[in-house]
């Protein structure tokens, strides 16, 4: 199994911050990597995937980056609507299709 | 707009077989091609892929921790398709969620998510 390990679990940060996640393949996955956002209650909602793109409609104040095993997700100045967990996904073997372990997004 | 409202019992006892479905509205699963998934999340706790399968039935792929208990099937008649998970303990509690692939192979991300459903595992 590919394991994804992200960091860090929880974080704490302000309106207005620039926030950063990262995620690590335990092997190299190319570009196979999705992004989800998960509000309470709510299913997660794709955001990213080939590492870098965009899903429609998402704000253009998330990007993510990265290939091989290191990826990660940036908000770039954190909005109410923002505070969520978010998951990072790897698609490049669906034997499983793996998540990593999540990073709550909380108000500092 | 397409839309996935999972289906089933709430309550299932521990050692039977949990079985869902999810329904598919705003697209009809034989004409598109795609890749149907489940996927689930215990309480408070991240997320688990436990398999997908493609519109016509196969291939499919289970997630091996879990492939011994495991069937998914398609009912493209009523633009279904559904999840059985048999001999079900307490660690299977968790809200369960079908969801759509992106692409027509599994190897893509899972675009179109059902709201989920709560199934715990008690006598």
Known sequence: DIQMTQSPSTLSASIGDRVTITCRASQSISSWLA???QKPGQAPKLLIYKASTLESGVPSRFSGSGSGTE??????SLQPDDFAT???QQYSSSSPLTFGGGTKVEIK | QLQLQES???LVKPSETLSLTCTVSGDSIDSSYYYWGWIRQPPGKGLE?????????SPYYYNPSLKSRVSISVDKAKNQFSLKLSSVTAADTAVYYCARHSGTVSTTPLSHWGQGTLVTVSS
């Open chain 2, 8 to 10: 089933g019992p709430g």
């Open chain 1, 71 to 76: 990826f990660t997700v940036t908000i770039s």
């Open chain 1, 86 to 88: 978010y998951y990072c």
């Open chain 1, 35 to 37: 992004w989800y956002q």
């Open chain 2, 49 to 57: 892929w436990i398999g997908s399968i493609y519109y016509s039935g």
